[in-house]
T-cell receptor
Framework: DVKVTQSSRYLVKRTGEKVFLECVQD?????MFWYRQDPGLGLRLIYF???????EKGDIPEGYSVSREKKERFSLILESASTNQTSMYLC????????????FGSGTRLTVV | DQQVKQNSPSLSVQEGRISILNCDYT??????FLWYKKYPAEGPTFLIS?????DKNEDGRFTVFLNKSAKHLSLHIVPSQPGDSAVYFC?????????????FGKGTKLSVIP
């Protein structure tokens, strides 16, 4: 069964901490994405990557950075966590050659205290 | 500017009846549409899709209708079951060269009442 795996289901971090969220996919997809989901705001794109070492800003990149050193792994970094970054974070991957639909991970519920 | 709109944040339906979830889009370049379903504390899962060359696609209890002239699509669930209670996201993309990004609506929370 093909998968997108996010390293943690639940995380609690303190304000000011540097936070790493990891995402790994085993489908050889070229595209990977980070979203956050908040009530009433839907899915908002933070960053995406269409190739190794490539990254593009999404709609809300402020306070975040990403790293894609290998095709299968896409990391989201919160440089200095703040309480307004408390959210559900979702990683997804896709391949245009396979139709472009996303496969999502199970999500990471991050709470910043 | 929101290119994909789901104007109903929530919808309640009796078990066994039809659920109709609506989605409007503004970008006429979109030619591929998808519906995702999301349970709390889980990632969205793909439900059904439709290409702009079709006006209907069916998969079991789920049917998606596309009206290109109105830039409107809808998801019909018949009959609705309590397990269908979830947030449903509409998404759209276009197959232009190099395109790979889905644009999502804000979601509609469906509650199916037993």
């Amino acid at each position: 069964d093909v998968k997108v795996t996010q390293s943690s289901r639940y995380l609690v971090k303190r304000t000011g901490e540097k936070v790493f969220l990891e995402c790994v996919q085993d489908m050889d997809h070229e595209n990977m994405f980070w979203y956050r989901q908040d009530p009433g705001l839907g899915l908002r794109l933070i960053y995406f990557s269409y190739d190794v070492k490539m990254k593009e800003k999404g709609d809300i990149p402020e306070g975040y950075s990403v790293s894609r050193e290998k095709k299968e792994r896409f990391s989201l970094i919160l440089e200095s966590a703040s309480t307004n970054q408390t959210s559900m974070y979702l990683c997804a991957s896709s391949s245009v050659r396979l139709g472009g639909g996303y496969t999502f991970g199970s999500g990471t519920r991050l709470t910043v205290v | 500017d929101q290119q994909v709109k789901q104007n109903s944040p929530s919808l309640s339906v009796q078990e066994g009846r039809i659920s109709i979830l609506n989605c409007d889009y503004t970008n006429s370049m979109f030619d591929y549409f998808l519906w995702y379903k999301k349970y709390p504390a889980e990632g969205p899962t793909f439900l059904i899709s439709i290409s702009s060359i079709k006006d209907k696609n069916e998969d079991g209890r789920f049917t998606v209708f596309l009206n290109k002239s109105a830039k409107h699509l809808s998801l019909h669930i018949v009959p609705s079951q309590p397990g269908d209670s979830a947030v449903y996201f509409c998404a759209a993309s276009y197959s232009g060269a190099g395109s790979y990004q889905l644009t999502f609506g804000k979601g509609t929370k469906l509650s199916v009442i037993p």
